[in-house]
């Protein structure tokens, strides 16, 4: 088992940033691909970010792509997601991912363990 545990959500104004954060505990070393989620109200689960934990190979959604970053500090079992140039749009809850497959995937089925997300809220 795979505990993941986010922070750093929070209420900013549009164009500002965030950092959160998915610390991992437990069974870490099945740990091979990790990703950030979002969920706004009334939508479904969608990808924001991924990275590979060994090799630090990144996939980015679209609509994030130059202004999220996503990086890992394997020393601290710690996974990041730096947001800048935050929008209202990207309001929602944050759940960060693992699974036991060395590949990214930007399905959210196919993450097994997931953290219990996080608030991000952006105001115009």
């Known amino acids: 088992q795979v505990q993941l545990v986010e922070s750093g959500g929070g209420l900013v104004q549009a164009g500002g940033s965030l950092r959160l954060s998915c610390a991992a505990s437990g069974r870490t070393g099945n740990r091979y691909a990790m990703g950030w989620f979002r969920q706004a109200l009334g939508k479904e689960r969608e990808f924001v970010a991924a990275?590979?934990?060994?090799?630090?190979?990144?996939a980015y959604a679209d609509s994030v792509k130059g202004r999220f970053t996503i990086s890992r500090d394997n020393a601290k079992n710690t996974l990041y997601l730096q947001m800048n140039s935050l929008k209202p749009e990207d309001t929602a809850v944050y759940y960060c991912a693992a699974r036991t497959v060395v590949t990214i995937s930007i399905l959210p089925y196919q993450y097994i363990y997931w953290g219990q997300g996080t608030q991000v809220t952006v105001s115009s």
């Open positions: 990275i590979t934990w060994i090799s630090g190979s990144t």
